[in-house]
């Protein structure tokens, strides 16, 4: 089973223009949706889709307007208890693929919830294969949370696998905790990975798009040595790029046309881990994870791939190293 945790889920808010956006003005949108979203919603809505066991655990009131929306894509999920509304996400999207996000902050996460949701995640790990815990951290929780949690599975279940992708501060503390909290997996994108290794993020993506990757597997390297296995690094149009101790690998994406980035990211890490846990090679996993990501970014909104959507045929595939 996939187990994910997502402390601060969120009711995505898709609104798509048929035109650039112009602030500061008033325009019709083409269309407007609601689902359940959060970053390992993503993941589990996906394991779903491609009939992969899977539970999605995340703090929620029991009347949320949220849950109802979950259960309409079928996810089996478990809510733990904590007073406050589920966040609204708004998503902007325009017909060239441009794709604005306004985040709400979460709703305060109170001491007794965030010890139900320990209690829960290391009660349910124990029918887990992989643990996925991503996104952003709501208020009240520690922002060394994601390392406190790795800390704990490891003790319950020291052979376990872990995927942890997340942010800003979260990111960075768990990147000061790599000598007791390693997750086997984590998935930056390169602006990410620029501010876990100290170095310009900006530049790592730009030297991608060029086709210039070695700063980009440099930088993960370091990450390598510092004990994290498996560093899954997202490039966007330049594809990705996997590093591990045994192995470095490049991948371009098929032909995509971008309808919308949003879930992309999560869509590949998604494609990564369920093909790890079905025993895919790395080279593999990688074509998976990218086929998954640029097969959610043609689609619009928050959509989640299924497998019927998903390209890997034409995902190219370079060993480095």
Known sequence: MILTLTPNPSTDLTLALGEQLQRDSVQRLQSVTSVAGGKGINVSNACTLAGVDTLALFPAAANDPFLELLKAINIRHQAIQNDGAVRTNTTITEPDGTTTKLNGPGSLLSDAARAEVERTLITAAKEATWVVMSGSL?????????????????????????????????????????????????????????????????????????????????????????????????????????????????????????????????????????????????????????????????LPGTTIPSPEHINVAETTITQIS
Not at 152 to 173: G, W
Not at 215 to 222: D, G, S, T, Y
Not at 288 to 293: F, S, T
């Open 138 to 298: 709501p208020p009240g929780a520690p922002t060394d949370w994601y390392s406190a949690l790795t800390v704990q599975l490891r003790s319950a279940y020291p052979h376990i696998n872990i995927a942890v992708d997340t942010s800003d501060a979260p990111l960075l503390s768990l990147a000061e905790n790599l000598d007791s909290a390693a997750p086997t997996v984590i998935k930056p994108n390169g602006l990410e990975l620029g501010q876990i290794v100290g170095t310009d993020g900006e530049e790592l993506e730009a030297a991608a798009a060029r086709g210039e990757f070695e700063p980009v597997l440099e930088a993960a390297r370091e990450l390598n040595t510092r004990g994290i296995a498996e560093v899954l690094v997202t490039l966007g149009a330049a594809g990705a790029a996997l590093v591990t101790e045994q192995g470095t690998w490049i991948a371009s994406p098929p032909p995509t046309i971008a309808v919308s980035t949003v879930g992309a990211g999560d869509s590949t890490l998604a494609g990564y881990v369920m093909a790890r846990q079905q025993g895919a090679d790395y080279a593999t996993a990688l074509a998976n994870a990218v086929a998954y990501g640029s097969a959610a970014a043609s």
